[in-house]
């Protein structure tokens, strides 16, 4: 293996590792945030970690009738999300594995992380699992496509679907007022609300059988195994954030492996998602959750926007 191979390996490690530390971080600050809009203490920032340690150190618990599939759900749903931190950008403008792949890629692995949560969730035949699994769906089949048309719009104006090539070509061009990129932004942003889980689709605090749809599909889980899907969805959704940022707001990301230049990077990059997470808090705030109905249809106003967006970039 030669030194550049060696190189993007380590970045990847490293980059990789960063994020499963931030990632618990990230979801506190939210509920901390949402809480002291409330009037209310909320957790301390740490507790994140407090709960996944403690799960952690539980002992296993499994249904009898579950196969092979209940097992690996779990792993291949965090190894997913760890393979999917090694395409985006995060504080040098460049992807560990941005060679492996790019868009297309990203999407696929996230799509196949879901796909394999979904199917172990079918696998114990609870109907709290089938139906979470449902809505999931149900969702993903217009999230996704969203998804793919907001980053191919910004694809376009960069001429790659690299996502390292594409940020280094947005640093390049500085910043765009193009009315495409504005609905790309709004329509990704209701994708980030969407995939994470978040009010008005979904809220993560409740096990009310009429609302849930990704805690029903992890409710046969415990101990180990549920750590590893609370920590990939973590993940998924610095990953998510990581990605906007990067795409719209790409000021500070370092162009060269320099220690001034990564510390500025870090600090930006921590500013920025800061502020993401404070529009998802006050979004989450100011917005009741929709019935499970409704959701599809929010959904595809993302869709409407991001296939308007792409239509836009072409004029």
Known sequence: MNQAALSAVALALLQT???LAVAPLLRMLIRKMKARLQNRQGPPLLQGYYDLAKLLRKE???SE???WIYVAGPRVYFAAALA??????????????ESAGGILLLVGTLALGRFALATAALDTGSPFGGMGASRDMTIAALAEPALILGLFTLALA????????LVRG????????????FLALAGLFVILIAETGRIPVDNPAT???????HEAMVLEYAGPDLALVEWASALKELLYMTLLVDLFLPIGIATQITPGALLV???????????LATAVTLAESTNAKLRLFRVPELVAISLGLAFLALAIRFL
């Open 65 to 67: 009738t579950a196969s």
């Open 265 to 275: 990077a870090a600090l930006a990059w921590s500013g920025k998602i800061a502020l």
């Open 207 to 213: 096990h009310l059988e009429l609302t849930m749809i």
């Open 60 to 62: 296993r618990v499994r």
């Open 158 to 165: 960069a001429g790659s679907m690299n996502l390292g090539v």
């Open 170 to 181: 947005l640093l390049a061009q500085g910043p765009s007022l193009h009315p495409s990129d």
């Open 17 to 19: 590792a960063g994020l």
């Open 84 to 97: 999917a931190t090694t395409l985006v950008p995060v504080l040098v403008a460049s992807a560990p594995l």
